[in-house]
Structure formats: structure tokens, C-alpha cells
């Protein structure tokens, strides 16, 4: 049976086999900088108008994605080193000479677009298979509202004809719960004329809003509803936006450590948005030992902590909120999906149907992962078509490693790659882990991490 185990091995046809019969989660693990809110320090910095020193930018390919459509834009890098990115944006922005290569960056995408509509130079955006087949009417329809001219098409590549006259605020609720929506409005609004106002139905992350408020931009929040005004640029202030550690990167160390025996891992700087630790408390719900320390604000209006995950042998079932949780856990349920198949009972993730238009359809990536190591779930939908998954789990203790290696594909999702991972780590079951690069759009030093770079 031996010779049937690969040993661990990264070919260059972008297939990993990962044997992880001798991981262990043990000691200081990091994070790379939250990538979220990467995109928008790049992006609200260069509207800014001086200098930003952006520290702890996240290093991966999304969000070299925006920086690097920013700088054809006429965005300059003034400098590059040990205390961070310094970066300036134009007193007139340019038109890109090329296509914005948008990589596999939904962000990306959307929070330039509303960039480019406020400016308004003609920018043609391209992206990805993956990014190529993501719906990106819901920020064309609010923009377009705004003023923007009407693009070629609503999935990439799609042109955005060049505009003489400024946008138009208005009054917006946006259909879906959306971060990347209400941003991109927002960002339109801070070149338009009149406010512009966004009111969510249900709240998402609020970087944007932060972030803006630490930038001296004017804006406004009053419950759900957001509001900026025509913003203009301070060239001679200065600002450095230090940027915490990516939750939904530490998520993977933290369900690591919860489901391998004698693992026990501490991840520092970790962000501490409300919005983005929601899984935490799911976690702890299910019995996880997780401890936060050393609560504190950064530079930037954000907060950070320590996170110690332990492992956990008696994890408990859930039912995640159908209202509060979808977008407060968007990035996090696939890995969230893996800890409950760990669980002692019977998992119901509710109402998930916009995890569909992730970087692959997640709902069914999750359904898939989860059946290649056997263990049982439906996808069910109510009557008002909202899909939830019922997890059967199966810890440890009644689960029986699969001998045999077993194949799985990413499809080129960076989550799904790293949730597949992490299960097989705590399942003990090698690995052939089919599109394993798209790791490097959020996480590049993941894998390294893991024992296997
Ligand atoms: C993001 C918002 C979320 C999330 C994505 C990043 C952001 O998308 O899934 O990874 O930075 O605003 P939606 O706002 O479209 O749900």
C-alpha cells in the first residue's frame, strides 16, 4: 500500500501531490496583508491626492491586478522598500494605453470600474476565464445610473467609452449584499456631482467607508445608509496606511490546527472587523479553542489581534444564520464547510446561493470536495430559492483515512485550493490537487507554509 502514497511533489503542469500523512499545525504561522483592504488603500490612496505609504500590502496577484492598472492610469510608485509602498496619484488621469488586465480579480474589476467611471477616461477591462464568466451588471447598472456611458458588454472584456461631463450622484439600494457594489458606487461618488448615497439591505464589510474616513474623504454613514461627496484631492498632505493581516488567509490556519491532532498555532496582526471574524464565532460555537489577544488599532482605522487555535478532537454541528451570514462569511464558508465536516452531527450553512459567483460556483466546489473524501451532504433549496448545505460529519474518530490517493480540481479558485488542502492535512488522505498556482492570487506563501514550497 506504501508504493500507492506519493511522496509530496509540485509539478509544472500545475498539479500538486501532497502527502500530508506527517502535517502538523504547530507554532507561528502569518498572514499575508488583508486583501480587501490592499485594494483599497491602492485605490482610495491614489485619489488621495499626496503621498501613501501603504505597509504590509498584500503580495498577490489581485492586488498587483489593481496596482498595476493604476500605474497606467498614471498612478506613480515613488518608492519601494522596507517601510512600505509610497505611491501618488495624478493631479489628470490618464487613459490606459492597454487593456486593464484584471487577472482573476472580481475586486479588482469592480472597484476600478467605479474608479474609471468618476475619472472618465475609456478603459477596457479583461480578465480570466474564471473572472470573464462574473456578472458585472450589479456595478454597471448603478454607474451607468451615475452617468457612466454604457460599457460594451457585462462580462469582461468589456470597454468603458471615455466620458466628458461628471458623474451624477444618486440614491442607490443595491439588490445584492455586496461590498464590491456599494464600493464602486462610492468610489464614482467621490467625482461626482451631489452626494451619493448607498443603502444597504443587509450591512457588508465597511473597509471602503474606513478607509475613506481615514483618507479625510467626505463621507458620511447613518445606520445602513452611506454617503460621500465630490472629493478633492489634498496634493501636499501626506498619510501611511498600515494594512492587518487577512482573516480569510488565517482561516485556513486556524481550521488547520482545529482539525490535526497535536496542532497549535498562533497567528499575529490579524484583522478584527466585525464583518470579517464572523466564522470565528461559528467556530467557537462548534467548540473550537481559539483564543484572541492583544486587541489593537492600526493605522488605517482598523483593528488587529493574536489569534491561538488548538486542535480540537470534539467539534459540535451549526446552522449558520440565513440573514447575518452570507455576506458576513462569503470568503470563509469553504473552509468553514471542511471544520463541519469534522463535527460531531449534522451542519446546515444556510442560504449560500451567491457563493455561485465566486471564483468558481463554490456551493458546487464545496459539494464536490466534500464528496471526494466521503464524506455525505445535500444541497437543499427553500421556497424561496435560497440553497443551503447540510453537512453530514464525520470526525475523526468514526472516519477511516482513504488509502488511496484522491484527485482534486480547483478549478481556479484560490479558496477552493487551499480548503482542499487543509482537509486533506487534517483527513490524513494524500492529495492531487489539480490547479494548486491560483494559491498565488491571495496567498503566496501558502504552500510554503504548509511544508510543501
Ligand atoms: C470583497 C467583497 C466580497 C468578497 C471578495 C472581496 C471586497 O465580494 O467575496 O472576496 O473586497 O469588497 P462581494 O462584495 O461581491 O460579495
Same mark, same amino acid.
Given at each position: 500500500?506504501?508504493?500507492?502514497?506519493?511522496?509530496?511533489?509540485?509539478?509544472?503542469?500545475?498539479?500538486?501531490?501532497?502527502?500530508?500523512?506527517?502535517?502538523?499545525?504547530?507554532?507561528?504561522?502569518?498572514?499575508?496583508?488583508?486583501?480587501?483592504?490592499?485594494?483599497?488603500?491602492?485605490?482610495?490612496?491614489?485619489?488621495?491626492?499626496?503621498?501613501?505609504?501603504?505597509?504590509?500590502?498584500?503580495?498577490?496577484?489581485?492586488?498587483?491586478?489593481?496596482?498595476?492598472?493604476?500605474?497606467?492610469?498614471?498612478?506613480?510608485?515613488?518608492?519601494?522598500?522596507?517601510?512600505?509602498?509610497?505611491?501618488?496619484?495624478?493631479?489628470?488621469?490618464?487613459?490606459?494605453?492597454?487593456?486593464?488586465?484584471?487577472?482573476?480579480?472580481?475586486?479588482?474589476?469592480?472597484?476600478?470600474?467605479?474608479?474609471?467611471?468618476?475619472?472618465?477616461?475609456?478603459?477596457?477591462?479583461?480578465?480570466?476565464?474564471?473572472?470573464?464568466?462574473?456578472?458585472?451588471?450589479?456595478?454597471?447598472?448603478?454607474?451607468?445610473?451615475?452617468?457612466?456611458?454604457?460599457?460594451?458588454? %457585462?462580462? =469582461?472584456?468589456? *470597454?468603458?467609452?471615455?466620458? $466628458?461631463?461628471?458623474? /451624477?450622484?444618486?440614491? @442607490?439600494? !443595491?439588490?445584492?449584499?455586496?461590498?464590491?457594489?456599494?464600493?464602486?458606487?462610492?468610489?464614482?461618488?467621490?467625482?461626482?456631482?451631489?452626494?451619493?448615497?448607498?443603502?444597504?439591505?443587509?450591512?457588508?464589510?465597511?473597509?471602503?467607508?474606513?478607509?475613506?474616513?481615514?483618507?479625510?474623504?467626505?463621507?458620511?454613514?447613518?445606520?445602513?445608509?452611506?454617503?460621500?461627496?465630490?472629493?478633492?484631492?489634498?496634493?501636499?498632505?501626506?498619510?501611511?496606511?498600515?494594512?492587518?493581516?487577512?482573516?480569510?488567509?488565517?482561516?485556513?490556519?486556524?481550521?488547520?490546527?482545529?482539525?490535526?491532532?497535536?496542532?497549535?498555532?498562533?497567528?499575529?496582526?490579524?484583522?478584527?472587523?466585525?464583518?470579517?471574524?464572523?466564522?470565528?464565532?461559528?467556530?467557537?460555537?462548534?467548540?473550537?479553542?481559539?483564543?484572541? %489577544?492583544? =486587541?489593537?488599532? *492600526?493605522?488605517?482605522?482598523? $483593528?488587529?489581534?493574536? /489569534?491561538?487555535?488548538? @486542535?480540537? !478532537?470534539?467539534?459540535?454541528?451549526?446552522?449558520?444564520?440565513?440573514?447575518?451570514?452570507?455576506?458576513?462569511?462569503?470568503?470563509?464558508?469553504?473552509?468553514?464547510?471542511?471544520?463541519?465536516?469534522?463535527?460531531?452531527?449534522?451542519?446546515?450553512?444556510?442560504?449560500?446561493?451567491?457563493?455561485?459567483?465566486?471564483?468558481?460556483?463554490?456551493?458546487?466546489?464545496?459539494?464536490?470536495?466534500?464528496?471526494?473524501?466521503?464524506?455525505?451532504?445535500?444541497?437543499?433549496?427553500?421556497?424561496?430559492?435560497?440553497?443551503?448545505?447540510?453537512?453530514?460529519?464525520?470526525?475523526?474518530?468514526?472516519?477511516?483515512?482513504?488509502?488511496?490517493?484522491?484527485?482534486?480540481?480547483?478549478?481556479?479558485?484560490?479558496?477552493?485550493?487551499?480548503?482542499?488542502?487543509?482537509?486533506?492535512?487534517?483527513?490524513?488522505?494524500?492529495?492531487?490537487?489539480?490547479?494548486?498556482?491560483?494559491?498565488?492570487?491571495?496567498?503566496?506563501?501558502?504552500?510554503?507554509?504548509?511544508?510543501?514550497?
Amino acid at each position: 500500500l506504501k508504493a500507492t502514497i506519493p511522496t509530496t511533489t509540485l509539478e509544472e503542469i500545475d498539479t500538486l501531490h501532497f502527502n500530508p500523512l506527517n502535517i502538523v499545525f504547530k507554532g507561528n504561522y502569518t498572514v499575508p496583508g488583508d486583501k480587501s483592504i490592499s485594494h483599497r488603500a491602492l485605490i482610495l490612496g491614489s485619489i488621495f491626492g499626496g503621498q501613501v505609504t501603504i505597509k504590509n500590502l498584500n503580495g498577490g496577484e489581485d492586488v498587483h491586478s489593481t496596482l498595476a492598472a493604476l500605474e497606467e492610469m498614471g498612478v506613480k510608485v515613488i518608492s519601494k522598500g522596507a517601510e512600505g509602498l509610497v505611491i501618488q496619484g495624478p493631479q489628470n488621469w490618464l487613459t490606459p494605453s492597454k487593456p486593464l488586465d484584471m487577472g482573476n480579480s472580481g475586486t479588482s474589476t469592480r472597484l476600478l470600474m467605479g474608479l474609471v467611471a468618476g475619472a472618465g477616461v475609456q478603459a477596457t477591462f479583461k480578465g480570466d476565464a474564471s473572472l470573464s464568466k462574473r456578472p458585472m451588471a450589479r456595478v454597471i447598472d448603478p454607474l451607468v445610473q451615475m452617468g457612466m456611458p454604457k460599457p460594451s458588454g %457585462e462580462n =469582461l472584456p468589456l *470597454t468603458v467609452p471615455p466620458n $466628458e461631463k461628471k458623474l /451624477l450622484g444618486i440614491d @442607490y439600494i !443595491p439588490t445584492v449584499a455586496s461590498a464590491q457594489v456599494k464600493s464602486a458606487i462610492l468610489i464614482g461618488g467621490l467625482f461626482a456631482k451631489g452626494p451619493t448615497r448607498v443603502t444597504e439591505i443587509m450591512a457588508t464589510r465597511d473597509h471602503t467607508e474606513r478607509m475613506m474616513g481615514y483618507m479625510g474623504m467626505p463621507l458620511e454613514t447613518q445606520g445602513h445608509r452611506i454617503q460621500v461627496r465630490e472629493y478633492a484631492p489634498q496634493r501636499d498632505a501626506q498619510i501611511t496606511v498600515d494594512i492587518p493581516g487577512d482573516p480569510s488567509s488565517a482561516a485556513f490556519w486556524v481550521v488547520g490546527a482545529l482539525i490535526t491532532p497535536h496542532s497549535k498555532v498562533t497567528i499575529e496582526n490579524v484583522l478584527m472587523n466585525p464583518f470579517r471574524v464572523k466564522f470565528l464565532e461559528y467556530l467557537l460555537e462548534m467548540g473550537g479553542q481559539i483564543e484572541v %489577544e492583544d =486587541l489593537k488599532v *492600526t493605522q488605517g482605522g482598523e $483593528e488587529v489581534a493574536t /489569534l491561538k487555535a488548538h @486542535y480540537s !478532537p470534539n467539534l459540535r454541528a451549526i446552522e449558520t444564520d440565513p440573514v447575518q451570514a452570507p455576506a458576513a462569511l462569503i470568503d470563509e464558508f469553504p473552509i468553514l464547510a471542511v471544520a463541519a465536516s469534522f463535527a460531531d452531527g449534522q451542519s446546515s450553512l444556510q442560504n449560500l446561493g451567491e457563493l455561485r459567483f465566486k471564483e468558481s460556483d463554490r456551493l458546487f466546489k464545496i459539494g464536490e470536495l466534500l464528496r471526494a473524501f466521503g464524506i455525505s451532504f445535500e444541497i437543499t433549496q427553500n421556497e424561496q430559492g435560497g440553497e443551503s448545505l447540510i453537512v453530514h460529519g464525520r470526525p475523526l474518530s468514526t472516519y477511516t483515512p482513504l488509502g488511496h490517493p484522491i484527485t482534486y480540481s480547483s478549478q481556479g479558485d484560490h479558496r477552493m485550493a487551499m480548503s482542499a488542502l487543509i482537509m486533506a492535512a487534517g483527513r490524513k488522505t494524500p492529495l492531487r490537487l489539480e490547479g494548486v498556482k491560483t494559491i498565488n492570487t491571495s496567498f503566496p506563501t501558502f504552500l510554503e507554509q504548509l511544508g510543501v514550497g
